[in-house]
């Protein structure tokens, strides 16, 4: 039912606010080193090359792994060792002026170079650590949480 | 979970001041065109700003407010980040199309871009190319979200033609909605009549 509801909401959007990829994704996988996997629900997948990302993903490295993505509005990620983090919001809408983002890093190392989010809206990326939380106007920034 | 964390960062707080196991160090460096931009560091007890090239600070815990800004040497940063940023993406590569007024047809100089589209593709083995169709503002906006879909098509099939997996392209259209030279309603504006291919 939410579904359904869902899919007409995403129709009716489709003749006023124009047609993205209907699956959300967010941004893909472009860089892979030893074991790193996307999280997603309950699955465990090993990230490949050109793996689609979606909000609510999680990334996870193991000892002698990295990974690289690049979001949707042109953002990077790369990660290191023994590191995770979730996708916790990405909405990236241009045309109706909907900008934002917040990655929950939980563990690890991380260089994230912001992209158009950060520049049409700043202060909307958000960078949450357990410990406090990084507003992003640009543009690149090293992240270490222990 | 937290409570407990933060008994033990208190904990070796007292115990040595500069020399916390817990906590998160934030960096701010130039980007690739040596451009360093701007970050605010907030915790629940305070608030730090970094706007200079290899500022760095520390967040202790959350109930304690950052320390204060101090700079980070290059080589400690590479020691610390090196196998994050030796798997750093590159920044997408970003084509511009252009068509002809009220068609589905590229300029001839745009037809012959479509090569260095595919280079570009193969050079970066790239997984992941976005085909973005857009219009300018002349005629209705319905028509305009189908013109700037069957570009967006007319794109793709051009793609496909050379080689390009279709695993690797997305297709998206918007109209008359993101023009890339914002007008008035109803101008032709052939800057806007185009097709953005991103290459991952």
Redesign the interface.
């Known amino acids: 039912m939410k579904f359904m509801i869902a899919l007409l909401v995403l129709v009716s959007l489709v003749?006023v606010?124009?047609?993205?990829?209907p699956d959300n994704?967010i941004g893909?996988v472009?860089?892979?080193?030893g074991e790193a996997f996307v999280l997603r629900g309950e699955a465990k997948l090993r990230a490949e090359?050109?793996t689609?990302l979606f909000v609510q993903d999680m990334l996870q490295t193991g000892r002698d792994g990295?990974?690289?993505?690049?979001l949707?509005d042109?953002s990077?990620v790369?990660?290191?060792?023994s590191?995770k983090l979730a996708m916790k919001d990405f909405d990236f809408r241009?045309?109706?002026g909907i900008f934002s983002m917040a990655l929950n890093?939980i563990k690890g190392?991380?260089?994230v170079?912001?992209g158009r989010i950060?520049k049409l809206a700043p202060?909307s990326v958000k960078?949450e650590?357990?410990?406090?939380?990084?507003?992003?106007?640009?543009?690149?920034?090293?992240?270490?949480?222990? | 979970m937290r409570g407990q964390r933060l008994a033990i960062v208190l904990l070796l707080g007292t115990l040595c001041v500069s020399c916390a196991t817990k906590g998160t160090i934030v960096v701010l460096v130039p980007d690739a065109r040596g451009h360093t931009g701007h970050v605010t560091v907030s915790t629940e007890a305070g608030v730090a700003s970094l706007s200079e090239a290899g500022q760095a600070v520390v967040i202790a815990a959350p109930a304690t407010k950052p320390g204060d800004p101090y700079f980070m040497s290059e080589k400690k940063r590479e020691g610390i980040f090196q196998d994050a940023l030796a798997v750093e993406p590159e920044k997408p590569l970003v084509f511009n199309l252009y068509f002809k007024s009220d068609s589905d047809r590229m300029t001839a100089d745009s037809l012959s871009l479509l090569k260095d589209v595919v280079k570009a593709a193969a050079e970066r083995d790239s997984r992941d190319i976005s085909i973005n169709g857009h219009t300018d503002r002349s005629g209705d906006a319905d028509y305009n979200m189908r013109l700037s879909n069957a570009r967006a098509h007319a794109v793709r099939a051009h793609l496909l033609e050379l080689g390009i997996a279709p695993t690797s392209l997305s297709l998206a259209y918007f109209g008359e909605g993101d023009p890339l030279v914002p007008t008035a309603d109803n101008v032709h504006e052939a800057r806007n009549r185009r097709v953005e291919i991103v290459v991952r």
């Open positions: 003749s606010t124009g047609y993205a990829e994704v893909s472009k860089t892979v080193k090359k050109g689609r990295s990974i690289g993505v690049i949707r042109d990077t790369s990660m290191g060792s590191s241009p045309s109706e890093m190392t991380f260089v170079v912001s950060a202060d960078l650590t357990p410990d406090g939380i990084a507003s992003v106007r640009g543009t690149k920034l090293l992240v270490k949480v222990k």
